[in-house]
């Protein structure tokens, strides 16, 4: 089984997390930034973690790279 985790330095203390019958946030769950929509940015797809307890979080592209090591790659053939 695949397992992801956080870079050192990374705070849990500091997620925002969403109550499981909430909507979905516009907001990275870890520095507050706006999250794009679809019409900002049709290439955008958010990390998005769960607990145990059906709360979400959802991660901005900046803090994807920074704590959790994925980065973006442009897909040539749409440039």
Not at 24 to 49: K, W
């Amino acid at each position: 089984m695949a397992s992801i985790a956080p870079r050192p330095g990374f705070d849990w203390m500091l997620v925002q997390w969403g109550g499981p019958d909430e909507p979905r946030t516009e907001h990275c769950s870890y520095c507050g930034d706006p999250l794009p929509d679809e019409d900002e940015d049709a290439g955008f797809v958010p990390l998005m973690i769960w607990n145990a307890e059906g709360w979400c979080a959802e991660f901005c592209d900046a803090c994807q790279e920074k704590w959790w090591g994925i980065e973006r790659i442009e897909d040539a053939s749409t440039e």
